[in-house]
């Protein structure tokens, strides 16, 4: 069982930054392809980004490519969501995941792939 524990969102400007934390809960993530999706109000859940489990290969939504920079710690115990460029539409909560994974460059934008979730950050980027 892993516990994820999602931290760092809030009410931000357009055009400001924010970093989202995903901690694991007793555990590394040495085992775990991460990712980060997205759910608006009204909307379905999207995926925004993901990490193998070496960190070695990483995917991006076309929306957030070149603003949003998905990362692991050295410890492999938390993945980050830097957002760079916020833009009011980038309003959502936030979520992680993790998928377990014997793949060791896999990075998977399924979101019925991962095995854990975390409870949300919401995100507010006002114009």
């Known amino acids: 069982q892993v516990q994820l524990v999602e931290s760092g969102g809030g009410l931000v400007q357009a055009g400001d930054s924010l970093t989202l934390s995903c901690a694991a809960s007793g555990r590394t993530l040495s085992n775990y392809g991460m990712g980060w999706f997205r759910q608006a109000p009204g909307k379905d859940r999207e995926f925004v980004a993901a990490?193998?489990?070496?960190?070695?290969?990483?995917s991006y939504a076309d929306s957030v490519k070149g603003r949003f920079t998905i990362s692991l710690d050295n410890a492999r115990t938390t993945v980050y969501l830097q957002m760079n460029s916020l833009k009011p539409e980038d309003t959502a909560v936030y979520y992680c995941?993790?998928?377990?994974?014997?793949?060791?460059?896999?990075?998977?934008?399924?979101?019925?792939?991962?095995?854990?979730w975390g409870q949300g950050t919401q995100v507010t980027v006002s114009p």
């Open positions: 995941a993790a998928d377990f994974q014997w793949l060791p460059h896999r990075a998977t934008l399924d979101p019925s792939e991962y095995d854990y």
């Open positions: 990490i193998s489990r070496t960190g070695g290969r990483t």
